[in-house]
């Protein structure tokens, strides 16, 4: 008999080098207070899963709205590649509703689940023991028979009793869900504890060698990734985690940093993703900025700072060689590159490396000459900006501290919700040279708006990558940083304003500043063109 699609990815899953990717970040993720998410928002967010290349998305649960069993049905018809799935509670209502909404999907799942530890069993379902296991035994069946795919996870498997937990493991087993999920539901267990869990369930459950095992961890004691791992040891060939790694509580493992963990150390857990690792930041990034929940700075694999370095001596060793400092390139999780941040810990290489970055060809007594004051700078500043090394550099700062041709003179805002006119912005801004220009430009809002209008009066075809907001209540104020993309290069700019929007124009503006009088040429060293 030829095998199908789903039975050979489940051969496939059994082997030791493979371990499936399962996201829920469309249903779990998205269940946290905060991340809700539109379907136009799911799809954007869908299609960086598929890019992603993993096994299975978990696009919702069908039964929980209209909107949600619409999501779903339009991401099944929209993406390719991985299995569709819906979450479904263990009843023929919700299992019905699920597969109707996976329907359009090539590959379709359904995931169903009943609670089963003495909590769940006593305090929420009222059943016995004897009951639930009936019920999984029919509605499993029920399950298969609307579709060939069925995953089961008993609830609260980490608190069952193990003997009740493998009873309900083997009934699902032989109602015929091809893959039994353990899930960590309050993320209770330690690494220990669940290696030796799936241990267990792989070597006395009957027909455990007919499933795939899977693992879903929450982070409510901050060890998700550590016991996902930690059950690949012990025979689980599929991870259930999120992007950014969001979820209820505290969230899910994190699919960034679990992908990365087994690639990274392949050698130590002898197991392997398919997801295309390049993908990853794209994919984050996307998360982030349609749930307008931005990535914390020092968050693993895509933070702001994973491929950071400050410390003089760490600078100078990356520069050297990566691999120094660094057990991964940042390009292979898809960030253009490692940063060097400048502050009151850097050294002579650092900044001598970022003043070529930016263009300038300058010699070592020149960066001698200077760094003395980039390190009184430094002790005044968190962090010492691409406009504050020109000032530096070149020493022809404007008297207000601008590194650039451009400054500020008007900037107005407008957005109407009562017709179906675009936001817009007008900008007015003043060379060094006296002349002035004043440019009106539309966009998504009326602070795209603005950086646009700012980008035609500059003639710098700049790009917004991140932009910082960060309200000071205590002062009043709202500070602002700028990160902008230019001809390939990246550029920096803060400010500190009263209102939020003049605060993100205004470091928008710095940012653009440094590029326009990079790109004019107004900064150069003709006395030392020959210098290296």
């Known amino acids: 008999m030829t095998k199908t699609e789903t039975e050979e990815s489940d051969v496939k899953a059994k082997d030791a080098g493979h371990v499936k990717i399962f996201d829920t970040t469309l249903r779990d993720g998205e269940q946290a207070p905060g991340f809700s998410m539109s379907t136009d928002a799911k799809i954007i967010v869908a299609r960086a899963l598929e890019a992603l290349n993993v096994d299975i998305i978990e696009a919702g649960f069908a039964a929980a709205s209209p909107g949600d069993a619409a999501a779903i049905s339009t991401i099944a018809r929209e993406i390719e590649g991985p299995t569709i799935g819906s979450l479904a509670r263990l009843n023929k209502n919700d299992i019905e509703a699920a597969a109707r909404a996976i329907e359009p999907a090539r590959k379709k799942r359904i995931h169903t689940f009943i609670g089963t530890s003495p909590l769940h069993r006593d305090a929420k379902l009222k059943m016995t023991k004897d009951e639930i296991l009936k019920q999984i035994s029919e509605v499993v069946a029920f399950a298969r028979s609307a579709c060939d795919d069925v995953e089961f996870s008993p609830e609260d498997a980490i608190r069952t009793e ?3 937990l493998i009873e309900a493991v083997e009934a699902a087993i032989e109602a015929g869900a091809r893959t039994i999920n353990i899930p ?7 690494p220990e504890e669940i290696t030796d869990l799936f241990r267990f369930l792989n070597e006395k459950a009957k027909g455990a060698e007919k499933v795939t095992f899977s693992a879903h ?10 016991n996902s791992l930690a059950a690949v040891r012990g025979g689980a060939r599929q991870i259930e985690c999120a992007v950014n790694g969001i979820g209820e509580r505290a969230g899910n493992c994190s699919l960034e940093e679990v992908v990365m963990a087994l690639a990274t150390r392949r ?12 993908k990853i930041y794209a994919a984050s990034t996307a ?3 349609v749930t307008h929940n931005p990535i914390p700075r020092n968050k693993a694999i895509v933070g702001r700072n994973a491929f950071a370095h400050e410390a003089g001596i760490h600078q100078h060793g990356v520069l050297a060689d990566k691999r120094t400092y660094e057990i991964m390139d940042a390009e292979k999780v898809g960030v253009p590159s490692n940063a060097l941040v400048l502050g009151k810990h850097s050294g002579k290489h650092a900044v001598a490396a970022r003043v070529k970055a930016l263009g300038f060809n300058v010699s070592k007594e020149k960066i001698e000459d200077i760094f003395p004051n980039f390190k009184k700078l430094a002790d005044t500043a968190k962090e010492v900006t691409d406009a504050d090394l020109v ?12 590194a650039g041709p451009w400054r500020m003179r008007k900037t107005e805002l407008h957005v109407d919700f009562e017709d179906d006119t675009r936001p817009h912005a007008r900008v007015t801004m003043e060379h060094d040279n006296g002349e002035r220009r004043t440019v009106t430009h539309e966009g998504e809002g009326p602070i795209d708006a603005a950086f646009a209008a700012v980008c035609a009066i500059a003639d710098v075809p700049g790009r917004i990558h991140t ?3 960060h309200h000071l209540a205590a002062e009043g104020v709202v500070r602002a940083e700028a990160i902008v993309d ?5 550029f920096s700019g803060k400010a500190q304003e009263v209102d939020i929007a003049d605060a993100a124009v205004a470091a928008f503006v710095a940012a653009i500043n440094q590029a326009a009088a990079i790109r004019s040429g107004a900064f150069s060293f003709p006395n030392e063109a020959a210098a290296s």
């Open 184 to 190: 960590d539901t309050v993320g209770y267990t330690t």
């Open 217 to 226: 961890c929450h982070d409510d004691l901050g060890m998700a990734v550590a």
């Open 267 to 278: 050698d130590f857990f002898n197991a392997d993703t398919q997801v295309d690792t390049t």
């Open 486 to 490: 230019v001809d390939g290069k990246q």
């Open 391 to 402: 000032r530096l550099v070149t020493g022809n700062a404007a008297v207000d501290g601008r």
């Open 287 to 289: 998360l982030a900025r």
């Open 162 to 164: 193990r003997d009740y």
């Open 467 to 469: 932009l910082d907001l």
